[in-house]
């Protein structure tokens, strides 16, 4: 039953970016192990949506991965929806 309700709301957020866009937001952090671990967050007036997390261990963390990987989220949430992109000030992510 929660996983139904959890799934209408995510639902009504993607919905609603037609009309109000939306937010990607990414942070690249790393984990006990030591591996590289970049997010991806969508964030509009309904809620903030978890899309996706990239193990980025074995990838040089430079300019041209993150450009290619927000180039990949906005693409997935829809050009049209987005109206910009927040992350951190680390400069990777600045010259991205």
């Known amino acids: 039953k929660e996983v139904g309700s959890i799934d209408e709301y995510l639902k009504s957020c993607k919905l609603s970016w037609a009309k109000t866009g939306c937010t990607i ?26 899309l996706k997390s ?26 049209e929806n987005v109206v910009q992109i927040i992350t951190d000030n680390a400069s990777n992510y600045v010259l991205a």
Do not use: H, Y
């Open 25 to 50: 937001m990414s942070d690249g952090w790393s984990d006990g192990k030591n591996r590289t671990i970049i997010n991806f967050l969508a964030s509009c007036p309904q809620g903030t949506m978890f």
């Open 54 to 79: 990239v193990d980025a261990s074995d990838r040089v963390k430079d300019a041209n991965l993150l450009f290619e990987l927000l180039d990949e989220v906005v693409v997935e949430v829809g050009v």
